[in-house]
């Protein structure tokens, strides 16, 4: 639910510098099914009746899933602030594979949270407590407020991923042009 707000922001931005929505019709996204299928893997992996039983290949599931939308994000690095989405990924992908293919959040963000979040549910998380997590300033460190609906922890490479998204969307709404994600064919 992270990325939705980017996806508002952009939006609202966009329109706010006289940027159109007609011009995200010239978004030429390469390999959208890397990027949809990767993310439907990981809301699906992260569901209380999957992640209960996925056991040791939680992990394994986790990882590939997020290197095939990061192949995709890489892809598409030509596109206007897709290199920003590029380097959030790098930062996240650091951190799950320093810490086993999970993202460690720190006790503290889950608790502003009122303890709730991914970390506390049973089952495979993609995120959990950690005690003294490898990059620890690579991992989910901040809580957005308990108010914010669908709130949760976040690190610093979502932060990069959220403003890569909103620049992407705001710099393709006020250019208009057909922006294409990468030189060549698809």
Known sequence: MFLLYAVVIGLGLGLLTGGRISGLAAIRIRWPAAIVGGLVIQVVLFSPQVSSQVGDLGPWIYVASTMLVGAA?????ALPGMPVVAAGAACNLAAIL?????MPASRAAIELMGGQGPAIQAGYSNSSVAADPALWFLTDVFAMPRWVPFANVFSLGDLLIAG???LVIVLAMRSGKGVTGAVGAG
């Open 73 to 77: 994000v890489l892809r598409n690095w």
């Open 98 to 102: 320093a810490n086993g293919g999970s």
């Open 164 to 166: 890569g998204i909103v």
